[in-house]
């Protein structure tokens, strides 16, 4: 029922930032708790972060906490991921879910929807 497609990847150096987008087709976007995950080379998926329906909780995991920022604008039924002061080891892909669910949940099994993913490479 939802789509879900992410851009703004990319390569970057130690101590930048990037934005990831994530627009959603589908209706009614506002039904859905929103994250993002992500998957470094030789390890698991890990949550990163997580929105509820209205944008007014958000949640992180401990090893962004500071640096990373999820909103979510519903009239444009998109979810940004706002990645700033980037470090080596946040090279992964990272893949945007989607979950019916009324609060935002860090296992993935809980999420119905996942985009295609996108490549974020760190440099030092």
């Known amino acids: 029922q939802v789509q879900l497609v992410e851009s703004g990847g990319g390569l970057v150096q130690a101590g930048g930032s990037l934005r990831l987008s994530c627009a959603a087709s589908?209706?009614?976007?506002?039904?859905?708790?929103m994250g993002w995950f992500r998957q470094a080379p030789g390890k698991e998926r890990e949550f990163v972060a997580a929105?509820?329906?209205?944008?007014?909780?958000?949640y992180y995991s401990d090893s962004v906490k500071g640096r990373f920022t999820i909103s979510r604008d519903n009239a444009k039924n998109t979810v940004y991921l706002q990645m700033n002061s980037l470090k080596p080891e946040d090279t992964a892909v990272y893949s945007c879910?989607?979950?019916?669910?009324?609060?935002?949940?860090?296992?993935?099994?809980?999420?119905?929807?996942w985009g295609q993913g996108t490549q974020v490479t760190v440099s030092s």
């Open positions: 879910a989607a979950a019916a669910g009324i609060i935002p949940t860090l296992n993935p099994r809980e999420y119905d929807y």
């Open positions: 589908g209706r009614p976007f506002t039904s859905y708790t």
């Open positions: 929105i509820s329906r209205s944008g007014r909780n958000t």
